[in-house]
């Protein structure tokens, strides 16, 4: 099952989590943009729909904003072959709540119901999201939430670096929405 990193706002440093499982998970691939710097949603949105199409039922690893970006390219075009999504610390970008003007573009936050399974991973102390309000995002988009405690904004300033418990978050999800026949395929490898 094909992977797509979908990092936010400064892109992901070689540190980050989503770096690592890039570098460590043969089927994963980054959603490249222009310009991490200046997220700019409209042509960010045809990198990820362009990469959608080109790995139709893949499952996206999103970040901060890329979550956010996930759930507007989900809400514009529900044709995608969407496998799934793993949304880690999505970045709350409705004006009242947000103080990073460069995001103002990504506003108002998609409140749509997604048209896959996902699952939203957020922080108690997540400095750009109250997990009140994660629980409610996870609730408009059809999502489960997992509480992972006072983790921050769960990447590299927070002390994640590899993550291998998200890792194995991922793989069980990926278990959990994989079709019949990449089952029957890893039983048959499994013989």
Same mark, same amino acid.
């Given at each position: 099952? #094909?992977?797509?990193?979908? +990092? ?5 440093? +070689? ?10 998970? #043969?089927?994963?691939?980054? $959603?490249? @943009?222009?310009?991490?710097?200046? #997220?700019?949603?409209?042509? %960010? ?13 893949? $499952?996206?690893? =999103? ?6 970006? /996930?759930?507007?390219?989900? @809400? ?11 949304? !880690? ?12 003007? !460069?995001?103002?573009?990504? =506003? #108002? ?11 939203? !991973? ?18 408009? %988009? ?5 509480? /992972? ?14 993550? +291998? ?9 990926? =278990? ?13 490898? $499994?013989?």
């Amino acid at each position: 099952m #094909p992977i797509l990193i979908v +990092p936010g706002l400064n892109g992901s440093p +070689p540190a980050h989590w989503q770096s690592h499982w890039e570098r460590s998970e #043969p089927d994963a691939r980054r $959603v490249e @943009q222009d310009d991490w710097d200046k #997220p700019s949603l409209g042509p %960010w949105s045809l990198r990820l729909i362009e990469a959608i199409e080109s790995n139709p039922g893949a $499952v996206l690893v =999103a970040h901060s904003l890329g979550c956010v970006l /996930v759930a507007h390219v989900a @809400q514009a075009r529900p044709d995608l072959a969407i496998g799934g999504a793993l949304l !880690v610390a999505p970045a709350d970008v409705d004006p009242v709540l947000c103080a990073h003007g !460069v995001l103002k573009e990504f =506003a #108002p936050m998609p409140r749509g119901r997604l048209r896959f399974p996902a699952m939203v !991973v957020a922080s108690t102390n997540d400095p750009f999201m109250s997990i009140e309000r994660a629980h409610g995002i996870a609730d408009a %988009w059809g999502a489960r939430l997992v509480d /992972v405690g006072a983790s921050g904004h769960i990447n590299v300033d927070s002390g994640f670096g590899p993550w +291998p418990a998200g890792l194995r978050m991922l793989q069980s999800f990926a =278990a959990e929405i994989a079709p019949p026949r990449f089952h029957e395929r890893i039983s048959e490898a $499994v013989r």
